[in-house]
Nanobody, 125 residues
Framework: QLQLVESGGGSVEPGGTLKLACTAS????????IGWFRQAPGKEREALSC????????KYADSVYDRVTISRDKVTDTVHLQLRNLEPQDTAVYYC??????????????????WGQGTQVTVSS
């Protein structure tokens, strides 16, 4: 079973930037599509972005497309999600997940099979 580990969360002031990382414990992310999601208290888990196994296909949710960049580093076997111009409403637990299909990706949590434990992002002044 694939175990995903998120890192890079923390507390930041409004307007700040964070770069989250998703890695695999004991296995590789190669040949896997990866999605990033977030869940705020009392809200449903929301898809933010995804990337296919090659890095050539990327998708972004309309709610964050101008403030988020997803990328994958094959050398370090890491998928990053950079969050810019953060706002208090971005406060949530951020999760990465491994997609069912590697040749594409989807902004649909039902198409992901393995999930990390999440990393907390808090935006406040």
């Amino acid at each position: 079973q694939l175990q995903l580990v998120e890192s890079g969360g923390g507390s930041v002031e409004p307007g700040g930037t964070l770069k989250l990382a998703c890695t695999a414990s004991g296995r590789t992310l190669e040949l896997r599509s990866i999605g990033w999601f977030r869940q705020a208290p009392g809200k449903e888990r929301e898809a933010l972005s995804c990337i296919d196994s090659t890095g050539h296909v990327t998708k972004y949710a309309d709610s964050v497309y101008d403030r988020v960049t997803i990328s994958r580093d094959k050398v370090t076997d890491t998928v990053h999600l950079q969050l810019r111009n953060l706002e208090p409403q971005d406060t949530a637990v951020y999760y990465c997940a491994s997609g069912v299909y590697h040749w594409t990706c989807a902004l649909d949590r039902t198409e992901y099979e393995y999930w990390g434990q999440g990393t907390q992002v808090t935006v406040s002044s």
